[in-house]
């Protein structure tokens, strides 16, 4: 579920990049409003780096690999 952050106030592309740089949370920007990013963890990205290991071992030797 995402939580518009500042639901009655659209925000220019310029101040989002702006404020983001500030901000502990990040945000999308979605036609003018903010919407809460959800964290991620060290086991978020170690999965991640994984499963991109596994796909690029499988792929290795394969004409599908630019």
Same mark, same amino acid.
């Given at each position: 579920? #995402? @939580?518009?952050?500042? =639901? $009655?106030?659209? *925000? #220019?592309?310029e %101040?989002?990049l *702006?404020? &983001?740089?500030s901000?502990d949370?990040?945000?999308?920007?979605? %036609?003018?409003?903010?919407?809460?990013?959800a964290?991620?963890?060290a $086991? %978020?990205e170690?999965?991640? @780096? $994984? @499963?991109?290991?596994?796909?690029?071992n499988?792929? &290795? $030797? #394969? =004409?599908y690999?630019?």
């Amino acid at each position: 579920m #995402s @939580v518009v952050i500042k =639901p $009655n106030q659209v *925000t #220019s592309v310029e %101040d989002y990049l *702006t404020e &983001e740089r500030s901000r502990d949370v990040k945000h999308e920007l979605i %036609d003018g409003y903010l919407y809460a990013m959800a964290g991620v963890s060290a $086991n %978020d990205e170690r999965i991640c @780096v $994984n @499963v991109l290991r596994k796909f690029g071992n499988h792929l &290795e $030797n #394969s =004409p599908y690999i630019l």
